[in-house]
T-cell receptor, first 116, second 113 residues
Framework: GDSVTQMEGPVTLSEEAFLTINCTYT??????LFWYVQYPGEGLQLLLKATKADDKGSNKGFEATYRKETTSFHLEKGSVQVSDSAVYFC???????????????FGQGTILTVHP | NAGVTQTPKFQVLKTGQSMTLQCAQDMNHEYMSWYRQDPGMGLRLIHY???????DQGEVPNGYNVSRSTTEDFPLRLLSAAPSQTSVYFC????????????FGPGTRLTVT
């Protein structure tokens, strides 16, 4: 079955540091890939997505590139801020046969804490 | 638009009690789903619906029932609560295709004692 593996956390950084959160996946079809973010006490919200190989998703300074050859979708940001402290989830939606209906398979989440 | 709303925000149940978690969306989305979030395990799909009158099981359906009588509402029922159902529950909705963004509600924190 489908699965998503995220780097083990938590991750603690100083403000303006470079961030990488690794994500690899296995899927039977041609998945769409997502990063969702969860701020304290809130639901998840979409951070960025990529729907085909070599696509780059970007938003709020975060980027991730869909790498089919390495089955990866690593999240990066060049300079993190205190306000980026949150839980980050990598997820996939397997579009095999066009009938996924948006069912998401999530990684375990990575807690990011950014100190001033 | 209110987006996806969930009630209640918090709930404490005793083992064996039943309850319904409410979920509603006002975006005319066809697809709705319920996830549970447990520490270190990400979110896992409980049940989902691709339209009114159509529901199906996800990864962890045991102990939960759903129905979808309208496009807007997708309640989750716990018939006989167990401590293993202590979790945070999220409802989500989206348009139909797998590449569409899912919109999440704020969650319900459920404790079963």
């Amino acid at each position: 079955g489908d699965s998503v593996t995220q780097m083990e956390g938590p991750v603690t950084l100083s403000e303006e540091a470079f961030l990488t959160i690794n994500c690899t996946y296995t899927a039977t079809g041609y998945p769409s890939l997502f990063w969702y973010v969860q701020y304290p006490g809130e639901g998840l919200q979409l951070l960025l997505k990529a729907t085909k190989a070599d696509d780059k998703g970007s938003n709020k300074g975060f980027e991730a590139t869909y790498r089919k050859e390495t089955t990866s979708f690593h999240l990066e940001k060049g300079s993190v801020q205190v306000s980026d402290s949150a839980v980050y989830f990598c997820a996939l939606s397997d579009n095999a046969g066009g009938t996924s209906y948006g069912k998401l398979t999530f990684g375990q989440g990575t807690i990011l804490t950014v100190h001033p | 638009n209110a987006g996806v709303t969930q009630t209640p925000k918090f709930q404490v149940l005793k083992t064996g009690q039943s309850m319904t978690l409410q979920c509603a969306q006002d975006m005319n989305h066809e697809y709705m789903s319920w996830y549970r979030q447990d520490p270190g395990m990400g979110l896992r799909l409980i049940h989902y619906s691709v339209g009114a009158g159509i529901t199906d099981q996800g990864e962890v359906p045991n102990g939960y029932n759903v129905s979808r009588s309208t496009t807007e509402d997708f309640p989750l029922r716990l018939l006989s609560a167990a401590p293993s159902q202590t979790s945070v529950y999220f409802c989500a909705s989206s348009y139909r295709t797998g590449s569409d963004e899912q919109y999440f509600g704020p969650g319900t924190r459920l404790t079963v004692t």
